[in-house]
């Protein structure tokens, strides 16, 4: 990866997930959502809920996707999966994931070496919905008009660098954001939880985990410049459980 890029440039990285509805174990619990309710909510954009009681203390933002919830917390992120018996295709622009069981509820982490251990997260582009939480018949349990929003932002994660994550027809995608002038080498991240972590001959990350697959597909770089984009090589370098880009 070169370092001498002078205008912004943007590491975007898709998570394709082939799980069924997730429920979070490791970091909190959620109510569990009828059926139906469930299945209404799958239909919907993919958006970020501020924590307003409703989990864990350290998260800060929540997300649900297909087969899978998303924790953003200071250190990193978490993500609940569940499993399921069977596991259709899943296909975007870029690649296709065949079918891949997972056979037990997994938890997976993600966390930024070397990062700043206390960035500033905000949501972006707020939405007009609101989620409300009824904890039993106690209203001193009840959460509700919780907020969510369609990004959300991680200030200065490294030096001059950004982490931006958001949804794309129900997928979780980051952008790494470089500021002119900071180095990308920068970014180096750990994953715990998986059986097996490895490349494949696209250049995906894939995670292994209980029986089943996880994609981060291969990175798309380019580089910002008069309203247009400038592809920029580049991809996954993995040691042991650490990947960064080149």
Request: proline share 5%; aromatic share 10%; charged share 15%.
């Amino acid at each position: 990866m070169r370092t001498s890029i002078l205008a912004k440039t943007i590491f975007a990285g898709i998570l394709v997930a082939l799980f069924s509805l997730a429920q979070p174990s490791a970091i909190g619990q959620l109510p569990q959502a009828n059926p139906q309710a469930a299945k209404n909510f799958g239909r919907l954009p993919l958006t970020f809920e501020a924590n307003r009681g409703q989990t864990a203390g350290q998260v800060k933002f929540l997300s649900r996707g297909h087969g899978y919830t998303t924790f953003l917390t200071a250190g990193g992120m978490t993500l609940n999966l569940r499993s399921s018996r069977t596991e259709t295709s899943a296909k975007n622009s870029n690649s296709s994931v065949s079918k891949s069981p997972l056979s037990a509820n997994a938890s997976l982490q993600f966390r930024l070496i070397g990062a700043n251990k206390n960035p500033q997260i905000v949501g972006e582009d707020e939405q007009p919905g609101r989620v409300n939480y009824f904890f039993g018949k106690d209203p001193s349990q009840w959460h509700t008009n919780v907020p969510t929003y369609g990004r959300v932002r991680y200030k200065s994660v490294y030096p001059g660098i950004d982490l931006l994550y958001y949804g794309n027809h129900r997928q979780l995608e980051y952008d790494f954001a470089v500021a002119p002038g900071a180095d990308p080498r920068q970014i180096q991240f750990e994953i715990k939880g998986a059986n097996k972590i490895a490349l494949d001959e696209q250049g995906n990350l894939v995670l292994n985990v209980n029986g089943g697959n996880l994609h981060f597909q291969t990175p798309t770089i380019y580089q910002e410049s008069n309203g247009s984009r400038i592809a920029v090589a580049g991809s996954y370098a993995m040691k042991d459980r650490i990947s960064d880009f080149r």
